[in-house]
C-alpha cells in the first residue's frame, strides 16, 4: 500500500493519494465508495501520468468538519497541492 497525503481544504484534511508525475489525472469516488475504487487504474494511469485520488469528504479516512464548503474547491485544493508537492 502506497503512503496517503493529508492536503487540506478549509479545516478538513482530504486524504489523498497521488502516483507518478506529469499531468493529473483525478480520480473521483461514487457515494457508495472511497478512492479505494482507483487502485487498479492509478497504478495504470501512474505510469505515463499523475494519479490522483482523494476520499471526499465524509467518506474513506477523510472526516466531515462542520463548515460550509464547496468539493470543487476541494477538489482544487488537492491539485494544486499535489501538484506542488
Avoid: N
Amino acid at each position: 500500500m502506497r503512503p496517503h497525503r493529508r492536503l487540506v481544504s478549509g479545516r478538513t484534511f482530504l486524504v489523498t493519494e497521488v502516483v507518478g508525475t506529469g499531468d493529473p489525472a483525478i480520480f473521483l469516488h461514487a457515494d457508495v465508495c472511497d478512492s479505494r475504487m482507483w487502485r487498479a487504474q492509478l497504478d495504470g494511469i501512474g505510469a505515463t501520468y499523475m494519479a490522483i485520488a482523494y476520499d471526499r469528504r465524509g467518506f474513506g479516512e477523510t472526516r466531515a468538519e462542520e463548515e460550509d464548503f464547496s468539493a470543487v474547491a476541494d477538489l482544487m485544493a488537492v491539485i494544486d497541492k499535489a501538484s506542488a508537492a
